[in-house]
């Protein structure tokens, strides 16, 4: 008879060892009985544990993705000796939204006969990389006054996929060898959740007048005036 770890006893099936293979899990129970020249009878139990899908031998097939902002759950495919191992539970996601090492955790079904246990798998999540296709890059504002040092344009970057304004100083950084008035492309690099390079157009005016006063000094004279009902004239 044959019991498995999942479903119902099955008896009287006729073992012949040339040709019946015991390969589902379960428990095994074989009673050879004498024939012709031979009595009785003898029994033989064997049995076939469930493997563990933490089992080395087991693959898992699971693909990199690019970072969207969202939550990111590619399919798992795990098998074993080439065969799907089937009747699993949904995939749980772990860490999967940021660019970075994401996880994947896979649990057999309690109906699995063969396999049993969870097992977690790593896959990556690729920062998006800057492009003039997917994404605009303006320089805002454009001009900027001369002043002696480096300029550093404030640049606004969108994600043309999402509608997503991207954050200076964690989604990207501006490089700029910006100083005498004249025309220019910052560099804005990806960080963080974003790779790669764009280049932005801005420019550096020279001032052509007088810094704007924010002091400045009033002198009344004479200090004194006696009230007449005409005007005082100095």
Same mark, same amino acid.
């Given at each position: 008879?044959?019991?498995?770890?999942?479903?119902?006893?099955? +008896?009287?099936?006729?073992?012949?060892?040339?040709? %019946?293979?015991?390969?589902?899990?379960?428990?095994?129970?074989?009673?050879?009985?004498?024939?012709?020249?031979? $009595?009785?009878?003898?029994? *033989?139990?064997?049995?076939?544990?469930?493997?563990?899908? /933490?089992?080395?031998?087991?693959?898992?097939?699971?693909?990199?993705?690019?970072?969207?902002?969202?939550?990111?759950?590619?399919?798992?495919?795990?098998? #074993?000796?080439?065969?799907?191992?089937?009747?699993? @539970?949904?995939?749980?996601? !772990? #860490? @999967?939204?940021?660019?970075?090492? *994401?996880?994947?955790?896979? =649990?057999?079904?309690?109906?699995?006969?063969?396999?049993?246990?969870?097992?977690?798998?790593?896959?990556?999540?690729?920062?998006?990389?800057? @492009?003039?296709?997917?994404?605009?890059?303006?320089?805002?504002?454009?001009?900027?006054?001369?002043?002696? =040092?480096? $300029?550093?344009?404030?640049?606004?970057?969108?994600?043309?996929?999402?509608? +997503? %304004?991207?954050?200076?100083?964690?989604?990207?950084?501006?490089?700029? @060898? /910006?100083?005498?008035?004249?025309?220019? +492309?910052?560099?804005?690099?990806?960080?963080?959740?974003?790779?790669?390079?764009?280049?932005?157009?801005?420019?550096?005016?020279? +001032?052509?007048?007088?810094?704007?006063?924010?002091?400045?000094?009033?002198? %009344?004279?004479?200090?004194?005036?006696?009230? %007449?009902? !005409?005007?005082?004239? !100095?």
């Amino acid at each position: 008879s044959y019991t498995p770890f999942c479903g119902s006893e099955i +008896k009287g099936e006729e073992y012949d060892p040339e040709t %019946v293979e015991m390969v589902e899990a379960g428990l095994y129970i074989v009673t050879a009985s004498g024939i012709g020249n031979y $009595i009785g009878s003898g029994t *033989a139990v064997l049995l076939i544990s469930q493997r563990d899908l /933490a089992d080395s031998s087991i693959n898992a097939e699971i693909l990199d993705v690019t970072y969207n902002g969202e939550e990111q759950e590619p399919e798992v495919t795990l098998t #074993y000796d080439g065969t799907d191992v089937g009747d699993l @539970n949904d995939t749980e996601y !772990s #860490y @999967n939204i940021d660019a970075g090492e *994401a996880v994947a955790i896979s =649990s057999a079904a309690d109906c699995n006969n063969n396999f049993r246990g969870i097992r977690m798998d790593t896959f990556r999540i690729n920062p998006k990389e800057l @492009n003039d296709v997917d994404f605009t890059a303006v320089a805002d504002p454009y001009e900027y006054w001369y002043t002696g =040092s480096a $300029i550093y344009p404030v640049v606004v970057v969108t994600d043309l996929d999402t509608n +997503k %304004v991207l954050t200076q100083g964690i989604d990207y950084r501006v490089s700029s @060898n /910006a100083v005498e008035p004249g025309y220019y +492309k910052a560099e804005v690099v990806g960080m963080g959740n974003y790779m790669g390079t764009v280049m932005v157009d801005f420019s550096v005016v020279a +001032k052509t007048g007088p810094e704007p006063a924010t002091e400045f000094t009033l002198t %009344v004279n004479p200090k004194e005036w006696t009230y %007449v009902p !005409s005007p005082q004239v !100095s």
